[in-house]
DNA sequence: AAGTGGTCTAGACCACTAA
DNA sequence: TAGTGGTCTAGACCACTTT
């Protein structure tokens, strides 16, 4: 005989059931601890862990002083990172004038984008350094740390680093929106011919949550875009964090 | 004046230094539960409290009856998604022989691959039917459930998605490995033009913690691949759910 | 047998939100 | 003010691993 399974666990079993059943429906709120408690005729600890292992699988978010809801998925954006930055594409949205394809993309699904730049000169952390090929100890790149909000809520980081002799005395170091038809760096001259993307999955840092209000248990994907000129000189590293259930990234993939 | 912080966010924050500056380091076992119990005068519940904070954000694992250890994070494998099933790549692999891709990088990094596969009729879930041009209430497809392990742990699920139409009465229907120079559907006459990816990052289910084998945390990575052939028709739906930590998935994109 | 983490109880006070 | 979830205590017994 296999042993039983502890209460909490059977408590977030029929609580599962029931939000995937939709008797909870999206945005609902849950019977409150006490409730549970009386239901289940257990403490009010096990009620919490059974709520926090629903919570953990993203199901549930806790709201002090409201209750506990049914977590929604409102329908992600969708971020095609084949042609997010190609000339092709861009063009495309021409007629889009000076906005950025990311602006232009929330604007499209009826919402309000925004970002808020700043700009530093620092030494980078040896991943991208070493994407940069920069010295890891003593190199030093130029920074454009921003935040994008959608609806006044901060949605994802992109920080992206430069070799500072490449922006020397540009407009990119202003803190201020440089987006151009063709891109950034198109307008000083350097062509981005090839990108590398590494996606990494993980749970955001201390740091992360804070900045993007993120809710227990939303894990992120960390996307390292790495340009290259024809010649594959590093021209440039952006680090996107971005969250988990608010977006889908597409990759467009010739077979050859 | 600004609210304290409970003591668990702090006791957290003090261990979290520790592990970061390397004093604890990896796979190490750190103090005990008693022993944080004395050295912070606190319940036990509140150690448990930071334990769990530092495991949400993966650097920690407990281990039942061993101990609460720093995360070790080996060098994860490098999947590159852009050629990893482009027949020019394959070809220099050929000597590889009957091995698939996957087999090959494991086998390359000296460790030891292995696939259990199942294969069933199914009725495929909404966005599966849907990216197949299926009815979505009465459409069917070959399923071929595949657990790959390393080292004799499992390592990734990798479900796909076949219409019943184009596999009938072929190889693909027994559950053997089936990998072919070229790719799989090539030997039936069927070539893969084009795949469109979605990666979405979120939580793991129940079921995918436990297939898995999962520490708490752990989030996922879901790759949707849809193969087309030249005509724009869905040839095969693919779902890999990649666990984080373990991988790194790599995209060559060019600009144009 | 001793030490680890896992489950569970019964209580208390606090912070926040809504009516 | 009443009700919500958040923090915290002080205990108990259990399951698992190591010695």
Known sequence: MTRAAPKYHWIADQLRERILAGELAEGECIPGEPALMA??????NTVRLALRRLADEGLLVADQGRGTFVRESPKPFEWNWSTIESRRRHEAYHDAGERDQWATTVTEAGRVPRQDIQVSIVTPPPPVAERLGLDPAAGVALLRRRVRSVDHEPYLLADSYFPVDLVQG???MEPRDVSAPGGVL?????VQARYRDEILPRMPTRREIEMLHLPAATPVAEHTRTGYDKDGRALRVMVTILPGGRHVSIYDVEAD
């Open 39 to 44: 239901t289940y005729e257990v403490s009010r």
């Open 186 to 190: 198109a307008s000083l001259g350097l």
């Open 170 to 172: 540009t407009p990119l």
